[in-house]
C-alpha cells in the first residue's frame, strides 16, 4: 500500500511538472514574448523574472520552468544582462529561503528517517574532511553549470549541519552565472 502511495505521488510529480512545461510552451506560442514585454513594460518584465525566480526557484517542480522563463524573457527585447543579474539574485534568495528551511526541519527529517541517519553522517563527516575550497568550488560548479535543481546539494548542506555564512558567497556567484548564462547565450542563439 506504501509503495502504491509513493508511486502514485511520484507520477503525480512528473504529470504536474509535464502540465507545467506544456502550459508553458502553450501561453508563449498563442502569447509572443516581445508582445509581452510590451504589454507589461520593461521594468515589470524585470519585476516579474524576480518574482518568478524567487518563488519558481524555491522548488524543484518549478525550477526548469524558471529557466524556461528567463530564457523567453531574454527574447522578448529586455536587456539580458540585468535580466540575469536580476534573476539570479532572485534565484539566491530563494536558495537561501530554501536551506533555512530545511535547516529548521533538520532534526524532524532525521528523526523520520533513521534509517538514512547513517547517510546523513557519512555525508557530514565527507563535507568537513574535504578541503574546503573542493567543496565550494563544487557548490559554484554545481549551481552555476548543471541544469537540475540546487535543491540537492542545499539539502545536503543543510542536513549535515554545512554553515551558510561559509558557502553563500559561492552560492550567490552560482546563481548569478546560471542565470547569466541563460539570459545571454539564449539571446544570442
Known sequence: MYKMDRKKKFYGVIALVLL???????FFHFYPVDELVNDIGIENTYFAAFM???IGGFSSITGTSLYAALVALAHGGVNPLMLGVIGGIGLFIS???????????????VDITKK????FRKIWKLLYVTPSWIVYT?????TAFAPFPNDIVLALLAVSGYSYRQFAIFLLLGDLTMALLLTNVSNAV
Do not use: M, N
Open 52 to 54: 518568478l525566480a524567487v
Open 95 to 109: 536558495d537561501s529561503l530554501f536551506y533555512f528551511v530545511i535547516t529548521k526541519v533538520r532534526h524532524i527529517l
Open 138 to 142: 563544487l557548490i559554484f560548479s554545481y
Open 116 to 119: 538514512w541517519e547513517r547517510v
Open 20 to 26: 507545467v512545461l506544456v502550459g508553458w510552451a502553450l
